[in-house]
């Protein structure tokens, strides 16, 4: 006997929860699968890059012989970043970047790897202490923006 509810996921597994609670479960194995598809490993994946996540904040662009460029993020991963952009970048400089995530402040060199339209991609060029604070933020990056997973509940006959 059970003294609160029986739920079932939606994959059919039981659960016991306390009547009157609606339960919503990160999925962890959900938010690998979906990052990597369907029959990809993770070598493959990155073998392209990491898994980005969305994060809007300023970030300040210092071309070679040129002054700054201010834009705004798009996304990150680990290995790069997307940034909207009103001053063209010419794809395959070398460039710094300057931004702050929530784990700190990062300056670091990065290569422009692609442009669409007013969108770039940048690929970091440092190892230490900014491929941490980045490290750290796509962490947590990926434990808010994980799909989440609805438990439905049955009462008990």
Same mark, same amino acid.
């Given at each position: 006997m059970h003294n609160g509810w029986v739920g079932r996921t939606l994959d059919g597994k039981p659960t016991q929860v306390t009547p009157g609670i609606t339960l919503l479960r990160a999925s962890t194995s959900l938010a690998v699968e979906s990052a990597l598809g369907a029959?990809?490993?993770q070598e493959s994946m990155d073998a392209r890059s990491h898994r980005?996540?969305?994060i809007e904040v300023d970030i300040r662009v210092y071309p070679r012989e040129r002054p700054v460029v201010r834009g705004a993020t798009v996304d990150i991963s680990e290995s790069g970043i997307s940034a909207l952009l009103r =001053?063209? =970048?010419?794809v395959g400089e070398v460039v710094r970047l300057e931004f702050t995530?929530?784990?700190g402040d990062v300056e670091a060199l990065?290569? =422009?790897?692609q442009k669409s339209a007013f969108r770039y991609g940048f690929q970091f060029l440092e190892t230490g202490r900014a491929l941490e604070i980045i490290g750290r933020t796509c962490g947590q990056l990926a434990v808010e923006q994980a799909p989440r997973e609805h438990v439905q509940i049955n009462q008990p006959q």
């Open positions: 029959g990809k490993t980005r996540f969305k =001053v063209e =970048v010419p995530l929530p784990a990065a290569m =422009v790897r």
